[in-house]
């Protein structure tokens, strides 16, 4: 159960926060939740592109002892940017822009790492997918250490059609493997980057790997399995800002 954000519970409260402005991180839903207002829920989410899950009534209940009507949702913390737009506005604003994407990284303490690492060394945004994602909640910004809060975020129905979308306006994508791929001190990591990382637990899902234009890998001395993904994900940042000559320490 999520933790860390703001609860809406009740049918039409829902669907007021759904049919307005507001920022949702996700809503829920009983599983066995028909009619008129699942219709409704469920195609708002769809426009949206805000997460749905649909879990049993005794979940709900241990989240709020209120009237729930078997529909809540979370308030995210965080103002989501839109892609299109934002992929429109750093291509012509910084011209060689770096956009980090997730692939299903669950533990929001991985995802707060990964996004501090990223303000500090100079990408420009997160986009991570719709569902099959750690929360934004303040667990996770409390890891990235208010990173969250500064850098732009997308969230996104599909990684590979977002992939194949940034492809069009000239933005390489570089994935990422545990032992395959080029040793990213010998990668020319030069114009816009799209670097895309994988799971604690399966890396780059086989699909959204075969999108990619190079695979690099993180060269080892020791003999443990692989990097966290949130360590590996800060050092391949420190790698493409030395090579851009970013002031990654300007004393």
């Known amino acids: 159960m999520e933790t860390g954000n703001q609860l809406i519970v009740g049918r039409k409260p829902v669907l007021d926060a759904l049919d307005s402005d507001m920022q949702i991180e996700k809503v829920l839903i009983e599983r066995e939740l028909t009619g008129e207002i699942e219709i409704k829920i469920r195609k708002l989410c769809r426009e949206r592109s ?4 649909r879990i049993p009534r005794q979940v709900l209940d241990k989240a709020s002892s209120a009237n729930h009507q078997g529909v809540m949702c979370f308030v995210s913390l965080i103002e989501y940017q839109s892609f299109d737009e934002l992929v429109d506005d750093l291509i012509f604003r910084k011209g060689e822009p770096v956009f980090v994407f997730l692939d299903q990284v669950k533990d929001v303490r991985n995802l707060g790492a990964i996004a501090r690492s990223a303000e500090v060394l100079g990408a420009s945004a997160l986009v991570i997918p719709e569902n099959s994602s750690a929360a934004i909640n303040d667990f ?13 975020i997308s ?10 979308t940034i492809r069009l306006h000239g933005v390489r994508i570089v994935a990422t493997s545990m032992k395959d791929g080029n040793p990213i001190h010998k990668e020319d990591f030069s114009g816009p980057i799209a670097l895309l990382m994988g799971s604690e637990e399966k890396g780059i899902r086989p699909h959204l790997q075969r999108t990619a234009d190079t695979t690099v890998s993180i060269p080892q001395i020791g003999t443990t399995d692989s990097l966290n993904v ?8 420190y790698e493409i800002a030395r090579q851009r000559g970013f002031p990654v320490n300007p004393e």
């Open 230 to 237: 949130s360590v590996a994900t800060g050092v391949i940042l």
């Open 50 to 53: 805000i997460p749905l899950q």
């Open 155 to 164: 969230r996104v129905p599909s990684l590979q059609t977002a992939l194949k």
């Open 140 to 152: 996770a910004i409390k890891a990235s250490a208010g990173a969250l809060l500064k850098l732009p």
